[in-house]
């Protein structure tokens, strides 16, 4: 009984070692060659050729048609809690920016774009990976709005801090401070 239980498992284990063996007489006879009229030997390549300009394959470019957005973070209302929230317009301007504040609810629709300025500080901070300088200018904004009012569920105090904490986060400010005509 012990010769025969031994003689299955020789077996069993010549089956897995034929069946997981490398395949190498089985690849080189499946390459697919061919003969160009000049005689010269032409294999196909399975690898996918990639684009230079972005490094990706052939056929997982992106759509050319695709238009052309800027990603704006802006604070909103999120399950009754404040929260940021990723966007996309199609530029990022002053009022483009307060168009997307009340579409999420975050201001009232009523409320209109006076004017929005930055300026210089003097102050410097490093500059981050990539930048071309080592230092970069420290920049503060001032927005002016009329007929604000907050949105749903949103105190004004709140609804003007999450106003300045946008365009704050979205124009690079070390800060923004809001004026109500």
């Known amino acids: 009984?012990?010769?025969?239980?031994?003689?299955?498992?020789?077996?069993?284990?010549?089956?897995?070692?034929?069946?997981?063996?490398?395949?190498?007489?089985?690849?080189?006879?499946?390459?697919?060659?061919?003969?160009?009229?000049?005689?010269?030997?032409?294999?196909?390549?399975?690898?996918?050729?990639?684009?230079?300009?972005?490094?990706?394959?052939?056929?997982k470019q992106p759509d050319p048609n695709a238009p052309v957005v800027d990603t704006v973070v802006v604070y909103a209302i999120v399950n009754n809690k404040m929260s940021q929230v990723m966007d996309s317009v199609d530029e990022l301007t002053d009022q483009s920016l307060l168009d997307k504040l009340i579409e999420l609810g975050t201001v009232g629709a009523s409320t209109k774009l006076v004017s929005f300025s930055t300026e210089e500080t003097g102050e410097t901070q490093v500059a981050g990976p990539g930048a071309d300088t080592s230092t970069v200018s420290i920049k503060k904004g001032t927005l002016v709005l009329s007929d604000f009012s907050a949105g749903d569920g949103l105190d004004e105090e709140t609804a003007k801090k999450a106003v300045s904490d946008t365009f704050a986060l979205n124009f690079e400010l070390s800060g923004c401070d809001i004026t109500i005509q």
Do not use: R
């Not at 025969?4 to 080189?28: E, P, Q, W, Y």
């Not at 000049?38 to 390549?45: H, L, P, R, Y």
């Open 1 to 59: 009984m012990k010769k025969f239980i031994a003689m299955i498992m020789i077996a069993a284990t010549m089956l897995a070692v034929a069946g997981c063996g490398s395949k190498a007489k089985n690849d080189k006879e499946s390459a697919k060659t061919e003969t160009a009229p000049d005689g010269s030997i032409i294999q196909e390549t399975t690898m996918e050729e990639t684009n230079p300009e972005n490094g990706l394959p052939l056929s």
